[in-house]
């Protein structure tokens, strides 16, 4: 009963040959299951931080299992969630509900540890909102994040250029940390390095706070390429220096 499920109660999301189901973030032994964990690793290790990324929300066509349609009619005077799960009105509600588990669990990071860094790697905003209901532009006005690194994972540069002029990157650029995602490569796809020296670049010419790289198994022969992206030291950039 902490599995979400779509309007035709299939609960299977396929992320490449991989079957998974997802945990129900509208359910309260969720949210308590997910934020005991954290609590516990900041209890309990000396981190520095804990990063949540593009799977803290739901895909779009989820949230149609007895209990949140229960929660839905309880909320809307016994309405029935919309069919469409693209339903703006639809959407909002369930971003707002993740929302609310953001909230609780940065509130509950911050009372335990509070230099501990609350940090998201997120999806553009637009793609993240629409397909994931994870409306993280909020979550930054609202202080609950404080550094934002984008996955912008894009081959074309033109694309790659106009995610970094979204406005809501730019934006949250003006109150944290804001870092970029740069795909070098899948275990079936190889990225040219110099697609990766390029994005790199762009990033530094629009100050951000610096570039991470997914994944770890693409970086192993390419020693040289960080030697020379990365010749000179740099102090990791603060939340409190914005």
């Known amino acids: 009963d902490w599995i979400t499920s779509r309007r035709d109660g299939s609960q299977i999301v396929m992320e490449g040959v991989h079957p998974r189901v997802w945990l129900n973030p509208f359910h309260p032994q969720v949210q308590q299951f997910i934020v005991a964990a954290i609590a516990e690793l900041v209890t309990n290790y000396d981190i520095d931080g804990i990063q949540l990324d593009d799977h803290f929300g739901l895909p779009v066509d989820l949230g149609y299992d007895p209990f949140t349609v229960a929660l839905y009619r309880q909320e809307h005077g016994g309405q029935s969630p919309p069919s469409n799960s693209q339903d703006p009105a639809w959407i909002r509600w369930r971003a707002d509900k993740i929302t609310a588990v953001a909230a609780q ?3 509950t990071v911050k009372a335990l540890k509070p230099r501990c860094l609350v940090s998201l790697a997120p999806n553009p905003y637009q793609f993240s909102y629409e397909n ?11 202080g ?9 994972y894009r081959n074309d540069m ?12 730019q934006a949250a650029k003006q109150h944290i940390p804001v870092a ?3 795909l070098t490569g899948l275990k079936n796809r190889t990225i040219p390095t110099e697609q ?9 010419s629009y100050n951000l706070a610096g570039v991470s790289f997914f994944f770890y ?6 020693d040289y390429l960080f030697q020379a992206m990365f010749a000179q030291r740099a102090s990791r950039p603060s939340i409190t220096d914005q």
């Open 196 to 204: 990766i020296q390029q994005q790199v670049e762009t990033v530094r």
């Open 144 to 152: 609950l994040v404080e550094e934002l690194i984008v996955q912008i």
């Open 132 to 142: 994931y209901l994870q409306d993280w532009a909020t979550w930054e006005r609202q």
């Open 105 to 107: 669990l940065f509130h």
């Open 217 to 222: 198994e693409t970086l192993g022969n390419r």
């Open 158 to 169: 033109e694309r790659f250029v106009s995610e970094l002029n979204a406005p809501e990157l």
């Open 180 to 182: 970029i995602g740069i």
